[in-house]
């Protein structure tokens, strides 16, 4: 008898603006990540957790570059399907398969 695996979502990842570098300097991913929160209660997986998800298994160095009071730093822009996540209902955004997520860092040293 084989055990059961949870369902993933598939998600398109693309870092810019340098915060690649932080990333093993690799621009795009594509993750399945779970779709629900188990230890939320089996809550559907929305884009704070995919942030924290991206911090715990992607990131390789400089979490502070990157992540702020729980979110994504001030001066990162994010964008969902090509739609600011401002529009989209920020962290709390639901997501879907294939879902297309951008985060852009607007802050570039001198």
Avoid: C
């Avoid at 979502?9 to 693309?14: D, F, K, M, S």
């Avoid at 957790?49 to 730093?73: A, M, P, Q, S």
């Avoid at 920020?90 to 607007?106: A, H, P, Q």
Wanted: net charge negative; charged share 30%; no cysteine.
């Amino acid at each position: 008898m084989s055990e059961t695996k949870p369902p993933t979502l598939a998600i398109n990842i693309e870092f810019g603006g340098g915060l690649e570098l932080l990333f093993g300097n690799v621009r795009k991913h594509r993750l399945d990540i779970p779709s629900t929160i188990v230890e939320q209660g089996d809550k559907p997986a929305d884009l704070d957790f995919l942030i924290h998800y991206l911090k715990d298994n992607l990131l390789k160095e400089r979490e502070e570059l990157f992540v702020e009071e729980g979110t994504v730093r001030p001066g990162i822009l994010v964008l969902i399907n090509d739609t600011d996540w401002e529009l989209e209902g920020e962290g709390e955004y639901k997501l879907k398969n294939d879902d297309e997520i951008v985060f852009i860092s607007t802050l570039h040293g001198g």
